[in-house]
C-alpha cells in the first residue's frame, strides 16, 4: 500500500503561474522528500524536509510540511514548459523510501 | 557518464522465460534498490540491498529474485515471466546521512519491459 498520495492527480497551468500539490501520508515520518518524473525517465531528488522543520526554499521550489495534519505541499512558481513531469512525495527511513502515486503536471505556453 | 545504468532499456520477452535486468553505478554507495513503476500505482520496492551480503525483500518480491555481484552491481531477475510483469523497473543508490533518516536516492533510467 502506498504511504504517500498526491492531490491532483494532475494539474494543468500555463507557463508563468504557480503550481501547488499536495502530499498526504498516514504514519509518523522521520522527514518526507519530493522527486521528479519526467516521461519515461528515471526520478530525480527534488528537496527534503525534516519532520521538525515547517517550510523549506530551493530556488522556484517551496515546500510546507504539517506534522498534525500528515500532509506536505509543494509550491513551483513562475512555472515553466521545463517543469511538465511527474512529481512524487516520498517518506523515509534510514532503510527505504514510500513513494506516493504522483501528480502530473503540465504546463503550456 | 550517468552514476547509475541500467541495461537493457527496453525488453520485449514472452511470458514463462527468464530475463535479468541490470544495474550498475559509480557512486560508491552502498545501498541499492529495485522498484517497479505502473501507471497510477507510483513506485513499489521489489527489493533491496544495504551491502553485497545484505538483501531484503521488498513490498512485492513475489516472482522476483536479486543478486549482488559486488557493490556496484545489483541484478533483478524474473525466474518465469508473466504479463503482469509488464512495467518501467527503476534501480536505484543511496548513502543515507551517518545517524539520520534523510536518504535521498539517486535513480537509473529504467527499463522497459514487455511480457507476452
Known amino acids: 500500500s502506498q504511504q504517500g498520495e498526491e492531490d491532483p492527480q494532475a494539474l494543468s497551468i500555463q507557463e508563468g503561474e504557480n503550481a501547488t500539490m499536495n502530499c498526504s501520508y498516514k504514519t509518523s515520518i522521520n522527514n518526507l522528500q519530493w522527486y521528479r518524473q519526467n516521461s519515461g525517465r528515471g526520478l530525480v531528488h527534488l528537496i527534503l524536509i525534516r519532520s521538525n522543520e515547517r517550510e523549506k526554499h530551493s530556488g522556484r521550489l517551496r515546500v510546507t510540511l504539517d506534522t498534525s495534519k500528515k500532509s506536505s505541499s509543494l509550491l513551483i512558481t513562475a512555472s515553466r514548459a521545463a517543469d511538465t513531469a511527474s512529481y512524487f512525495c516520498?517518506?523515509?527511513?534510514?532503510?527505504?523510501?514510500?513513494f506516493g502515486t504522483g501528480t502530473r503536471l503540465q504546463v503550456t505556453l | 557518464d550517468a552514476d547509475v545504468t541500467q541495461t537493457p532499456r527496453n525488453r520485449i520477452t514472452k511470458t514463462g522465460k527468464r530475463i535479468m535486468l541490470e544495474c550498475s553505478q559509480t557512486k560508491g554507495h552502498d545501498r541499492m534498490y529495485w522498484y517497479r513503476q505502473d501507471p497510477g500505482l507510483g513506485l513499489r520496492l521489489i527489493y533491496y540491498s544495504f551491502d553485497v551480503k545484505d538483501i531484503n525483500k521488498g513490498e512485492i518480491s513475489d516472482g522476483y529474485s536479486v543478486s549482488r555481484q559486488a557493490q556496484a552491481k545489483f541484478s533483478l531477475s524474473l525466474e518465469s515471466a508473466i504479463p503482469n510483469q509488464t512495467a518501467l523497473y527503476f534501480c536505484a543508490t543511496s548513502d543515507p546521512t551517518p545517524g539520520t533518516a534523510q536518504n535521498e536516492q539517486f535513480f537509473g533510467p529504467g527499463t522497459r519491459l514487455t511480457v507476452l
Open positions: 516520498a517518506t523515509g527511513t534510514a532503510s527505504k523510501l514510500t
